[in-house]
């Protein structure tokens, strides 16, 4: 049948199985905001308040619920809008469509009135990007971008079309996809078998969990191949969920502000297997001195990663659960009884724990316990990101969306609201500090125009508290621009875009705002004012080994 390119755009979504977008329209791209219009009881469009925000949501879209997450901009400034969420999928290797609509063909490279080369800006930080100005080729473009998105290790696509192509007719075929097999033709019985005899002669091993075990879906493998070899095991901020942070083998987060039981044990274990991670420099400290006594073995999926940042002894290439699946037949039962008694004390030893008072620490570990772990925590980045990584026990992958490759402030907020969009009915709180909130907050007003149920906490400590830490640790407490010494009311300006708000400055108005606001179906802001000073322990330098890590206390007693 014969098509326009905007028709032909939206029967493309509809063959990928998109029933939402996220985005902002504008001159460029109203040819595709106009037959939008048309299919809007098949595809939701989420208006945001601005495209940062809209990519935001697609993010977060994409993380809660695994599909690919879309969104929409017009040509210039509201393409250049999308990059710092592009950049943040990109990092965290998150599935994203970025539709783009640009200058008609004869207009290209004449400085046009909003004309941006989205296409150039974008290529570090896509898989893959397309520009479209021929309208025979535009279905097949968008099939190939929805197929590298969501292939092998998932990341952003962006697709710009020219407004004329929105225009322009061609014939259009249906097609039926076919979501890609799991990437498993790397896993050779060589590398299984080196892996095995590892694994074997272990007497300590440790398991390292990164957001590829989430992306792979294999969290029922992982815990089948952690109780098989009887290992501990930590994640990185990507990996929370991946393995249940209330079982007894976890024993928290690794690097720069994990747990002194993960760090100690990684630095003492004589094999470590990575499962889905990168080694990024926030777990490594000092990569000379990371886990120099054992052996490493690393599974992922992607061969780059692979002595990129960590040089290891031994490496499985594919996807996690596609290894981990033909990992478990291959091994006999292991017992590390000894090691298992060791880590126990460690664990005696060193609890999480955080000073008495309304504290970071306490909103979020209330915050758990509300909502017996059954929520979707995203957070914006700084200590509040660190605090609901170390205090809220995270049982299933999917619940915790964070910004931890690019560390994007302004993050949360849109993923909140994507996740919410994504999961009717599951409950999406987003954590943030004042300073990150600040960013992006005007994404309160979407959330109210949509009816979002979502909970926005803002532990406000009127600082740019991590920065600000590392001031008085490390810049001997010149605080340069950290302070937010002004009258900004959050309550005021959440009420003013149609939330509900509370203000709680102790534990007893905090308990009951939270429990106001969790019986609430519309968008609620709760404003926690909490002391300047307080600080994300423990803590490791930067450049030291992460077996060094300290704490209040430990800076006490030099």
């Known amino acids: 049948m014969q098509l326009n390119g905007s028709q032909i755009v939206i029967e493309c979504l509809k063959e990928q199985g998109v029933d939402t977008v996220f985005g902002y329209p504008g001159g460029a791209i109203l040819n595709l905001y106009d037959e939008l219009y048309k299919h809007q009881d098949e595809i939701k469009h989420v208006l945001t308040s601005h495209e940062q925000g809209a990519s935001h949501a697609a993010d977060g879209y994409a993380r809660s619920t695994g599909k690919v997450g879309v969104c929409f901009a017009t040509s210039g400034p509201g393409a250049t809008n ?4 592009i950049a943040t999928a990109y ?11 640009n200058v008609g063909v004869s207009l290209l490279g004449k400085d046009s009135f909003q004309e941006v080369d989205i296409a150039g800006i974008t290529t570090p930080i896509t898989k893959h990007n397309f520009i479209v100005k021929d309208v025979t080729k535009l279905a097949d473009t968008l099939r190939r971008a929805f197929k590298i998105a969501r292939s092998g290790r998932p990341g952003p696509v962006l697709v710009d079309i020219t407004k004329d192509v929105t225009a322009a007719k061609t014939t259009y075929k249906k097609q039926e996809i076919e979501l890609p097999a799991p990437k498993k033709d790397q896993i050779t019985e060589e590398a299984l078998h080196k892996a095995v005899s590892l694994i074997s002669k272990a007497k300590k091993p440790y398991v390292f969990v990164g957001g590829g075990a989430i992306i792979s879906g294999a969290s029922k493998e992982l815990k089948e191949f952690v109780e098989l070899i009887d290992a501990p095991v930590c994640d990185s901020l990507m990996g929370k969920g991946a393995f249940n942070g209330e079982d007894p083998r976890y024993t928290g987060m690794l690097g720069m502000h994990g747990t002194k039981v993960s760090n100690l044990g990684v630095s003492n274990c004589d094999l470590l297997i990575a499962v889905g991670t990168r080694f990024s420099d926030r777990v490594l400290g000092n990569p000379k001195k990371f886990a120099h006594h054992a052996k490493v073995l690393q599974f992922d999926i992607d061969p780059a990663e692979i002595n990129k940042n960590l040089v290891v002894d031994a490496e499985v290439i594919g996807d996690a659960k596609e290894i981990l699946k033909a990992m478990i037949p291959l091994l006999k039962q292991q017992s590390h009884p000894q090691w298992q008694k060791e880590i126990k004390e460690l664990k005696e030893k060193f609890p999480l724990k955080y000073a008495p008072g309304f504290t970071g620490p306490y909103v979020v570990e209330k915050i758990y316990e509300a909502t017996k772990g059954d929520a979707i925590i995203t957070t914006e980045v700084g200590q509040h990101q660190m605090w609901a990584a170390q205090y809220y026990k995270y049982s299933s992958p999917r619940t915790f969306l964070s910004s931890g490759g690019l560390g994007t402030m302004g993050y949360g907020l849109g993923a909140a609201i994507g996740a919410a969009v994504g999961n009717p009915g599951k409950r999406v709180i987003n954590i943030a500090g004042d300073g990150c909130f600040r960013m992006n907050m ?3 007003a979407t959330a109210a125009r949509q009816q979002v149920p979502l ?19 490390f810049y001997e407490k010149r605080f340069s621009n950290t302070t937010l010494n002004d009258s900004v009311d959050f309550v005021k300006l959440a009420e003013a875009m149609g939330a509900t708000a509370f203000r709680a400055t102790s534990e007893k108005e905090f308990d009951e705002a939270l429990k106001k606001a969790l019986a609430l179906k519309t968008p609620v802001l709760i404003d926690c004012q909490i002391n300047s000073d307080d600080k994300v322990w423990p803590m490791v330098a930067p450049g030291a080994p992460i077996e060094e890590a300290f704490d209040d206390k430990d800076l006490n007693n030099k």
């Not at 999308?82 to 969420?85: A, C, N, R």
């Not at 990092?91 to 609509?101: L, Q």
């Not at 909970?455 to 640790?473: A, D, F, K, S």
């Open 91 to 101: 990092m965290d290797s998150v599935p994203m469509v970025a539709v783009t609509c």
């Open 442 to 444: 005007n994404e309160i």
């Open 455 to 473: 909970i926005q906490v803002v532990i406000n400590n009127h600082v740019l508290g991590m920065v600000r830490q590392w001031q008085e640790l």
């Open 82 to 85: 999308l990059v710092t969420g």
